[in-house]
């Protein structure tokens, strides 16, 4: 063998095994357009809008934990969601849920980050409907209940778990 061809067979194996570990990028939750319920004043509803957000996980990123990560990614998707709403049309989204599909095909919705984890890759199901703040006049107008028109908050490092059936 070639001293050049050793010399790189030595030294090319020696920089593959030096890789920078995976940065996590911060996501704030949105602070306009964004409700845990019904918008604040009479709105129309235009559909809904879902998204999924996958990221590297547990395996790849071990210095952070798995609720860090998901509360992170489901604010990703919540901006996702608004994005995408706006660019239909949409004023903001109301009602954002976590998606989960379980083992027997049916679909639960939490109002909190819940996600899926393999340990290689997370994932966040969300969804919303989104809306259109309606005009004087308008006769097809949502009237909001005040019990339920708040502005969701950002969700805190407390995981609530999910209601029992």
């Known amino acids: 063998m070639s001293l050049p061809l050793s010399f790189f067979i030595l030294f090319g194996f020696a920089a593959c095994s030096s890789l920078p570990a995976p940065k996590i990028r911060r996501y704030a939750f949105p602070k306009a357009g964004v409700f845990k319920g ?17 990221w590297p996980s547990l395996l790849t990123m071990p210095e952070h934990e798995e609720k860090e990560l998901c509360r992170n990614h489901f604010n990703k998707a919540v901006q996702d969601l608004l994005k995408l709403a706006r660019k239909n049309g949409a004023e903001g989204i109301a009602d954002v849920k ?17 996600c899926s984890d393999d340990g290689e890759e997370g994932q966040v199901l969300l969804q919303a409907v989104a809306f259109r703040y309606a005009k004087a006049g308008d006769s097809d107008a949502i009237t ?8 969701a908050p950002a969700p805190s490092n407390r995981t609530v778990p999910p209601p029992t059936p």
């Open 38 to 54: 019904e918008p604040s004043q009479p709105y129309k509803t235009l559909g809904l809008v879902r998204t999924k957000v996958t």
């Open 98 to 114: 976590s998606v989960v599909f379980l083992y027997d095909g049916r679909t639960e919705l939490y109002p909190t980050p819940e």
């Open 144 to 151: 909001p209940s005040a019990s339920e028109s708040r502005v």
